[in-house]
């Protein structure tokens, strides 16, 4: 069974742009969350979906959003876009409901100059 | 949120048991005790979770207290494969979740 692929891996915007980034859980997982993580502040909770409903938010500015799809892809988009908002945005899936076994993918490393 | 206390760092020879220990004196009755571990250069990895009783599977042992106060990961055998950042994580499983990751504990395993 295939893992939790994140599109692109790597990308590079200037600030002020905006940019999407994509998510595709596990086969039947239907349970989908974003993590960003830097070297100051680690790893932090942004959003989580479940059945194309956001369950959980993380305490982020309202310039990062997300949305679920109907077959459980995710994505997430940063407006407005900071030089801090350059890190590694982390993807995970779970099967369950509770979010017990979260497996993520590889991430996207977004680099904002 | 109950918060977790971990070692910053240990150490440990390859081959050899591995007790990594969690502090988490708030915990409350609902909350799910979990563990993850992140490589280097690597999304984090789920490694196993419990609520009360302790927990076996192919990766690792969790033991948890009586109280439910501490928890310990147990590597049965270390590897050069588990030096890690090891994370130990409460979650209150309601209407949605969150992983809040910590500073976790950086794993060495020499030779």
């Known amino acids: 069974k295939a893992g939790v692929t994140q599109t692109p891996r790597y990308l590079i915007k200037t600030r002020g742009q905006q940019v999407t980034l994509s998510c595709s859980p596990i086969?039947?997982?239907?349970?989908v969350s974003w993590y960003q993580q830097t070297p100051g502040q680690g790893l932090q909770f942004l959003f989580e979906?479940?059945?194309?409903?956001?369950?959980n938010k993380g305490n982020f500015p309202g310039r990062f959003s997300g949305r679920q799809f109907s077959n459980s892809r995710s994505e997430m988009n940063v407006s407005t876009l900071e030089l801090g908002d350059s890190a590694l945005y982390l993807c995970a899936s779970s099967l369950e409901k509770t979010g017990h076994e979260q497996y993520f993918g590889p991430g996207t490393r977004l680099t904002v100059t | 949120d109950a918060k977790t206390t971990q070692p910053n760092s240990m150490e440990s020879n390859e081959e050899e048991p591995v007790h990594l220990p969690c502090n988490h004196s708030t915990i409350s009755g609902t909350d799910y005790i979990h563990w993850y571990r992140q490589l280097p250069s690597q999304g984090p990895e789920y490694v196993i979770h419990?609520?009360?009783s302790n927990v076996n599977n192919r990766m690792a042992s969790l033991a948890i207290a009586e109280d439910r106060k501490s928890s310990t990961l147990i590597l049965h055998r270390a590897t050069l494969r588990d030096a890690a950042v090891y994370y130990c994580i409460l979650i209150y499983s309601n209407s949605g979740y969150a992983l809040n990751f910590g500073k976790g504990t950086s794993l060495l395993v020499t030779p």
């Open positions: 979906y479940f059945s194309e409903t956001q369950r």
């Open positions: 086969s039947g997982h239907r349970s």
């Open positions: 419990g609520l009360t």
